[in-house]
């Protein structure tokens, strides 16, 4: 294993050097494929990114872009859908062209049809150049969930009870309001990305920890990160 830890005072300064590499990636390559993801943590480096694109310093002109996940059954236009939040968050903000940016489709009748549909997007898009990741409190990563065994593909998931609680904080309505399912990009998806850049804040320590250097094992998804050759890891301490 590859790792490349870099450890950051504060969210800001983790935001920064996640925003760099982002930064330096697009200038290495402008049409890249950027893998994103939602969550509270990569929220600081989407402004970062922001205030570089509107400082002409970056451009997204010709980037494509391909979510991590998206929640069954919730509309677009519902402000805790995924894709409301990359809008508000950051395609509204900055020069790239909404049909380069993809996500799930929650909404598809088909499930199956739409995750089949999603890995073979990812695949006709060439793969992800750098695909960004958070990881959850169970060491999820998109919503891969801990299961008995790793899902490789695109797949329709249930929330596991430790996540629908953990969200269940950005939903006016709580828990009952949170969804049960998923639609999430597998780990094949995940580790074929050229790049992957693992952003934690310090409530993720001990996960991070137990992700990168316990056993490789479905229990902990994040896990499998360990066979990846270009991972890099920003981790906040406050
Ligand atoms: C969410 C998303 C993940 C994200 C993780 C951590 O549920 N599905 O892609 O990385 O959980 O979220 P946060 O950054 O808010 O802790």
Same mark, same amino acid.
């Given at each position: ?36 993801? !939602? ?61 380069? !940016? ?57 929330? !596991? ?15 009952? &309001? ?22 934690? $804040? ?6 991070? &920890?137990?992700?990168?250097? $316990? ?21 906040? &301490?406050?």
């Amino acid at each position: 294993m590859r790792v490349k830890q870099i450890v950051t005072a504060n969210v800001q300064e983790m935001s920064q050097r996640g925003a760099a590499i982002v930064a330096a990636q697009l200038t290495l390559k402008s049409h890249s494929v950027l893998g994103l993801a !939602t969550g509270s943590t990569p929220l600081g480096m989407y402004a970062e990114l922001v205030s570089r694109n509107k400082a002409g310093e970056i451009s997204f002109a010709d980037a494509r872009t391909i979510n991590l996940d998206e929640y069954c059954d919730i509309s677009a236009d519902n402000k805790n859908s995924y894709r409301y939040y990359m809008n508000s968050n950051f395609f509204d903000k900055i020069d790239i062209r909404k049909e380069n !940016t993809y996500l799930p489709d929650g909404m598809a009748s088909d499930k199956q049809a739409e995750c089949a549909r999603y890995s073979e997007l990812v695949d006709a898009l060439g793969g992800i150049d750098l695909q960004v990741l958070g990881i959850g409190m169970n060491g999820h990563i998109g919503f891969n969930e801990p299961a008995a065994h790793f899902v490789m593909d695109t797949n329709c998931v249930t929330l !596991t009870e430790s996540t629908r609680n953990v969200n269940a904080q950005y939903f006016d309505g709580g828990l009952d &309001e949170m969804p049960r399912y998923a639609i999430t990009m597998g780990l094949r998806q995940i580790m074929q990305a050229k790049r992957i850049l693992l952003l934690a $804040g310090a409530n993720k320590k001990g996960i991070l &920890e137990e992700a990168l250097n $316990g056993p490789v094992t479905p229990q902990v998804p994040a896990s499998i990160l360990q066979l990846h050759k270009r991972l890099t890891v920003i981790i906040s &301490e406050s």
